[in-house]
Structure formats: structure tokens, C-alpha cells
């Protein structure tokens, strides 16, 4: 792990937006077997019951940009302002190019900004800030438009009990900038490669450029896993994701990381429990 600590970097402002259609889990409980008990436990181990979608149409760059938007409107912040802009989604809305060059354009950001995508996760929103953060610090820009976003997941195959009830979908717009009075921020990093397998969509990349589709791009494969959910493989596919594994990791590596940034930061042990 690897402590990181700025002075004067400033998060000023932060937009998110949410799409207006909500799927509660009750209103999926066929997919429980009408078992209601069963419904309540998954609530329980969850923490919510309830998801926000986009229409197809919709993608995580659009409700980012709509959350930027309204914090320029909000903020009185001029977009010309803005020297960088970084967006964070692993729902882009094309392999090719880059999102966030769109998003420059689309937002009437000047043509001196910087912008690049950072393809994370659940990780992303905190490496996003990390890299603004770097930016301002180093004094290689003064402010930058930091979006994270994502759209898409829930859409796949709503049967699928795994990922289905966690990924819903929104956008968010964060303004970090030079602070010249004292301002901290601290990070704590780290990184894991060996479980990359948990959570992957296994086509669609260099690895595997696509698997079989039919004539009208339906997914000519499905597979069920040992819990029974079932799974479609396709050019662009399911999101694969062994819940255990990344449950077990959440539990297991999370907390330390946590304590261990929070004894750098206090100078003494901390215990998590």
C-alpha cells in the first residue's frame, strides 16, 4: 500500500445525477420464487432495495454531463475554466476514442484542456480523485472537471440475481482545484491483479475479441454457474461476477487497508472490528 497526502488540492464542488425510472426488489420478487423471506434476507445482506436505470439510449457520459451542467450552472464556474478533465466509467460510450474527448467538446470545455478515461470501478471514483488531486499538487493545472459515471450494467439480464440488484445506474461531476490555503487530502492505494477473474466481462477486448452471436447479435450462449444463475456470453456480454470471491475479499482486505490509512494518518494502531 502507498500513502499519498496534498496540501492544496480543494474537491470545491460535487453534482450527481440519477435517472428517474427506480426498480425496487420487490418488484422482482418472481425472481425469488414469490418467496418473501427470501426477498427480506437479500435485502438485509445488500444494505438497500432499490436501483436507478437509464432508458438504452441513455449511456454514463450523458448523466455525467448532465451533473457537470448543472454544477457550472450552480457554481457560476465558467467550463473555459477548466484545464482538465478526466472521466471515470468502465461503460464508455465508445472504444474508440476516448470519452472524455467527447465530453470536452459536448461541454464547450477550451481546446488547451486535457482529457483521458480511466477504465475502474468500484476503486475508480478514488483514483479519479487521487489523479486530479496529483494534477492540482503538482501545479500542472489549477482546476479539473472529474466524472464518474456508470450506465448499462443492470440492463443485461435482469434474471441474473448476481449482479443485477447491485449495478444501477448514475453520474456525477467533481470540481477539484488549487487551494492556496492549507488543504488536505489523503490516499491510500493498492492494487491486486491475482483476483482479476471476479468480476470481468470476458469479451469485447484484445483478449477476446468477441464470442458467437447469431445473424441479429442475440447471444448464442448461456451458461448457468453452480448457484444456477445463468450467464450470457456475447460480443459485448455479461458482466461476470463471482459475488463470494469479491465478498470475501471486500471483508478481508478492506478493513486493514482501512485501519493501515488511518494509522499513517494518526501515527499509532487502530483497530477495526
Known amino acids: 500500500m502507498s500513502f499519498s497526502e496534498f496540501s492544496h488540492a480543494r474537491l470545491a464542488a460535487v453534482c450527481t445525477v440519477v435517472p428517474s425510472e427506480e426498480i425496487r426488489l420487490e418488484d422482482e420478487i418472481a425472481h425469488y420464487g414469490h418467496d418473501a423471506a427470501k426477498l427480506e434476507r437479500v435485502k438485509r445482506i445488500a444494505g438497500f432495495d432499490r436501483r436507478r436505470i437509464s432508458p438504452p439510449h441513455v449511456t454514463a457520459s450523458d448523466l455525467c454531463m448532465q451533473a457537470a451542467e448543472r454544477l457550472f450552472r450552480e457554481t457560476g464556474t465558467d467550463p473555459a475554466s477548466v484545464d482538465a478533465l478526466i472521466f471515470v466509467s468502465q461503460t464508455a460510450d465508445y472504444p474508440i476514442p476516448a470519452t472524455a474527448c467527447i465530453q ?23 483514483y479519479g480523485l487521487w489523479l486530479a488531486s496529483c494534477m492540482i499538487e503538482s501545479r500542472a493545472r489549477a482546476r479539473v472537471l472529474l466524472l464518474a459515471g456508470e450506465a448499462g450494467f443492470c440492463h443485461l439480464n435482469p434474471a441474473n440475481r448476481v449482479t443485477a440488484p447491485v449495478f444501477g ?19 491510500a492505494l493498492g492494487s491486486d491483479g491475482s483476483g482479476y477473474e471476479a468480476i470481468i466481462r470476458p469479451g469485447g477486448g484484445a483478449r477476446i475479441p468477441h464470442l458467437p452471436t447469431d445473424t441479429d447479435g442475440q447471444y448464442m450462449e448461456e451458461v448457468r454457474d453452480g448457484s444456477g444463475q445463468p450467464w450470457r456470453l456475447g460480443t ?3 458482466l461476470w461476477m463471482d459475488g ?15 485501519a493501515a490509512h488511518l494509522e499513517h494518518k494518526a501515527g499509532r494502531t487502530i483497530w477495526i472490528t
Open 169 to 187: 445506474d448514475a453520474g456525477s461531476a467533481s470540481l477539484v482545484e488549487y487551494s492556496a490555503a492549507p488543504n488536505p487530502l489523503s490516499f
Open 244 to 258: 463470494a470471491a469479491v465478498f470475501d475479499f471486500t471483508m478481508s482486505v478492506v478493513p486493514a487497508h482501512i
Open 236 to 238: 459485448y456480454g455479461n
Open 104 to 126: 470536452q467538446d459536448r461541454l464547450g470545455l477550451g481546446r488547451h484542456c486535457a482529457a483521458f478515461d480511466v477504465n475502474l470501478g468500484c476503486s475508480g471514483y478514488v
